[in-house]
Antibody, heavy 125, light 107 residues
Framework: EVQLVQSGAEVKKAGESLEISCEGSGYSFSTFWIGWVRQLPGKGLEWIGIIYPDDSDTRYNPSLQDQVTISADKSISTAYLRWSSLKASDTGMYFC??????????????????WGQGTLVSVSS | EIVLTQSPGTLSLSPGERATLYCRASQSVSSSSLAWFQQKSGQTPRLLIYGASSRATGIPDRFSGSGSGTDFTLTISRLEPEDFAVYYCQQCERSPWTFGQGTKVEI
């Protein structure tokens, strides 16, 4: 059974650093892209970026690229999202989500299939 | 960046009624890269439809998706009480991958 288990809720102060994690199991972690999605309070879903754990190839949303770092350690099947200096505006729920890429004749399906349970990040100013 | 605009913002319906949700892209998107998600309050998003029209595993057949190019539709044929939630479309064709702003289906 595919599972993505995220680290627990965090309460931090502005200016502090933070790293949250997402451990995958039940599939070959290295060979599936895995992404991060954020949801600010009362708002919709926003795509942060994705990483391919096997070679750490990473793609970011340009609007968020300077604010976070995505990494992965394939030896322990874990992806990370890191902030070097948190802001109050980073407060929200953060989800990891596996990317499924399926190639069939004349079509290439790409979508997020399995999601982690979410990590709530609260940053006070 | 491909902007996805969902309409309506809120859909007020009753159980048993049909719901039609729309997702319009600012530029053409391959239907293979268009997905729909359901999110209930306080829960993780759940994949409903991928490839614009393929139901994900375990999704009831009252959910269907259609569309191509810039216009996509999610239809719930007969609303069940558990279907009242927020629905998002997403494109995974061009980076940055983007979500629509969501449609809330409420009683």
């Amino acid at each position: 059974e595919v599972q993505l288990v995220q680290s627990g809720a965090e309460v931090k102060k502005a200016g502090e650093s933070l790293e949250i994690s997402c451990e995958g199991s039940g599939y070959s972690f290295s060979t599936f892209w895995i992404g991060w999605v954020r949801q600010l309070p009362g708002k919709g879903l926003e795509w942060i970026g994705i990483i391919y754990p096997d070679d750490s190839d990473t793609r970011y949303n340009p609007s968020l690229q300077d604010q976070v770092t995505i990494s992965a350690d394939k030896s322990i099947s874990t992806a990370y999202l890191r902030w070097s200096s948190l802001k109050a505006s980073d407060t929200g729920m953060y989800f990891c989500a596996r990317v499924r890429s399926v190639i069939v004749p004349r079509r290439h399906f790409v979508y997020h299939d399995y999601w982690g349970q979410g990590t709530l990040v609260s940053v006070s100013s | 960046e491909i902007v996805l605009t969902q309409s309506p913002g809120t859909l007020s319906l009753s159980p048993g009624e049909r719901a039609t949700l729309y997702c319009r892209a600012s530029q053409s998107v391959s239907s293979s890269s268009l997905a729909w998600f359901q999110q209930k309050s306080g829960q993780t998003p759940r994949l409903l439809i991928y490839g614009a029209s393929s139901r994900a595993t375990g999704i009831p057949d009252r959910f269907s998706g259609s569309g191509s190019g810039t216009d996509f539709t999610l239809t719930i044929s007969r609303l069940e009480p558990e279907d009242f939630a927020v629905y998002y479309c997403q494109q995974c064709e061009r980076s940055p991958w983007t979500f629509g702003q969501g449609t809330k289906v409420e009683i």
